[in-house]
């Protein structure tokens, strides 16, 4: 994993936990039963954040950033 890029970086990854007793122990949102890969693929798919944001009444934009943010220190 490389270095965060800024305080901004480590306070969105702040939004991401993982627990085993939850999906295994993959990454989540907030101790949430929404997997980060779900929220990827959903991005993947073409789907825009506003959509998923009002399929998720209770997430935030920030909780999406947190997910590019995971998955861009993930792979590198």
Known sequence: MKPLRNMS???LLNRITVDPGIYGGKPILRGRRLAVEHILGMLGAGDTPETILEGYP??????????????DNSNK
């Open 58 to 71: 209770w997430l935030e934009a920030d909780d999406i950033r947190a997910c590019l943010t995971y998955s």
């Open 9 to 11: 970086d480590t306070a």
